[in-house]
């Protein structure tokens, strides 16, 4: 198609326009490109700041937890007054009144010298672990007077009282009407364990 003079000249103007829209529309396109990529560039890094700060969050809450499980530990065993050193006064004490309430006919005791077990690394400094060999000798009515025995020492606290060995043998004395004769002797092996905290010595 061919145009006349008079109309080229009526178009132009229309053209220009439309060549000028065109390129503005063009830069918007790419401007419009250019700011959405920014935006899901941000997007993206927003997104990977919000899972550090999910997963910072993450490890301070389990780090809470087990401070609040070792915390409930710590204060069980200072309730069981297993930390620091062995404290043999009340180990006697404890025996005694156990001797008195149960009326055990016969119990003899020994404890040998503290020896250190091991040492568990720990903050701010190591924990040592103690034993102190208990040798129990008791004569017995029956054998729930052992077991009683155990159950006794074990609540009275002062250690953490660690059974290795019992040895339950008949007297062979028969059993008379005018006094209570124990037909049982029991030996017993107990370690008694207690933990040091060296931070807490220092």
Not at 61 to 80: G, P, T
Not at 125 to 145: C, G, I, N, P, Q
Request: glycine share 4%; proline share 1%.
């Amino acid at each position: 198609m061919r145009f006349t003079q008079d109309e080229a000249k009526r178009l132009a103007f229309p053209v220009l326009i439309a060549a000028v829209l065109a390129g503005a529309g063009a830069f918007l396109l790419e401007r419009a490109g250019g700011a959405l990529a920014a935006a899901g560039r941000e997007l993206a890094a927003a997104q990977a700041e919000r899972r550090q700060h999910a997963d910072r969050l993450s490890r301070i809450a389990e780090e809470e937890r087990e401070v609040r499980q070792k915390v409930d530990i710590y204060r069980r065993l200072r309730e069981l007054h297993v930390l620091g050193e062995e404290q043999r006064l009340e180990w006697a004490d404890a025996i005694a009144r156990i001797r008195q309430e149960r009326e055990l006919l016969d119990l003899r005791y020994r404890v040998e010298r503290q020896q250190k077990l091991f040492s568990a690394a720990g903050k701010p400094a190591d924990v040592d672990f103690y034993a102190s060999r208990m040798s129990v000798d008791l004569a017995l009515l029956h054998e729930e007077d052992l077991l009683r025995f155990l159950s006794d020492l074990r609540d009275s606290g002062n250690a953490f009282y660690s059974v290795r060995r019992c040895t339950v043998e008949r007297t062979g004395q028969a059993a008379t009407g005018v006094s209570i004769v124990p037909r049982l002797r029991a030996a017993c092996e107990i370690d008694l364990i207690t933990i040091v905290d060296r931070a807490a010595k220092q």
